[in-house]
């Protein structure tokens, strides 16, 4: 089973930016993997944010947070990295990666159910 870690998490002030990143630990061919980055803040379903294709090429954001998040991903490295930017309150929450496995090649969709999470890393937006 695909696992995932996520790291980057921390305190950071109203305006800032965090750069979150997802490695795996397993020895499973990270490249056969589309990855999807969610978030649960309080109250709320947990949220899609981000996906970023096997292979680096193809992403897709949520229309929500489309315009203040940044996917990429390095294969050679095996990590995911999401970068958030002008961070508010209202953005504290855990934010996880996910998995799903030989997906269309070249695709991601944030629609998609992602079966293989990490544990997350938390986020608190405060002055």
């Known amino acids: 089973q695909l696992q995932l870690v996520e790291s980057g998490g921390g305190l950071v002030q109203p305006g800032g930016s965090l750069r979150l990143s997802c490695r795996t630990t397993s020895g499973f061919i990270f490249e056969n993997y589309a990855i999807g980055w969610f978030r649960q803040v309080p109250g709320k379903q947990r949220e899609v944010i981000a996906c970023?294709?096997?292979?680096?090429?193809?992403?897709d954001y949520s229309e929500f947070l489309r315009d203040r998040a940044t996917i990429a991903r390095d294969n050679d490295e095996k990590t995911v990295n999401l970068l958030m930017t002008n961070l508010n309150i209202e953005d504290s929450g855990r934010y996880y990666c996910a998995g799903i496995a030989k997906p269309p090649y070249g695709q991601c969709r944030v629609t998609w159910e992602y079966p293989y999470w990490g544990q997350g890393t938390q986020v608190t937006v405060s002055s």
């Open positions: 970023v294709s096997s292979n680096g090429v193809d992403v």
